[in-house]
């Protein structure tokens, strides 16, 4: 279950609730953040733990580039030939033919 708190600006998951998690197995969660239509810094993000073991709060590193999390921007309009490469600068393909799926691809096809 899912909790968000507007005034918080925090995430509660409840996993498992009652039983038990297991020493040594990976637990993955996955869930899909709908971003805003408009631009934003990348937030602090950190990540806590509280159950029968707890995890002080801990920040999560980030690159410090446009793939920081939660990272919003408008990608600049690029002339033909060139691709946005972060959010607000372009540059040439050296394919010959450059999509704009080549900022997610990292790749010109």
Not at 10 to 16: P, V
Request: with cysteine; net charge negative.
């Amino acid at each position: 279950r899912a909790e968000w708190s507007q005034v918080a600006h925090e995430l509660k998951l409840t996993l498992c609730n009652g039983a038990t998690l297991w020493s040594g197995e990976e637990y993955v969660l996955a869930f899909n953040v709908l971003n805003p239509a408009s631009q934003q810094e990348s937030p602090p993000i950190s990540i806590e733990l509280v159950g029968g073991t707890s995890w002080s709060r801990v920040a999560i590193e980030k690159p410090g580039t446009w793939l920081d999390p939660l990272l919003v921007c408008n990608l600049p309009e690029c002339e033909l030939g060139l691709y946005p490469t972060d959010c607000t600068t372009c540059a040439s393909c050296p394919m010959k033919s450059c999509p704009r799926q080549a900022l997610v691809l990292d790749s010109c096809n």
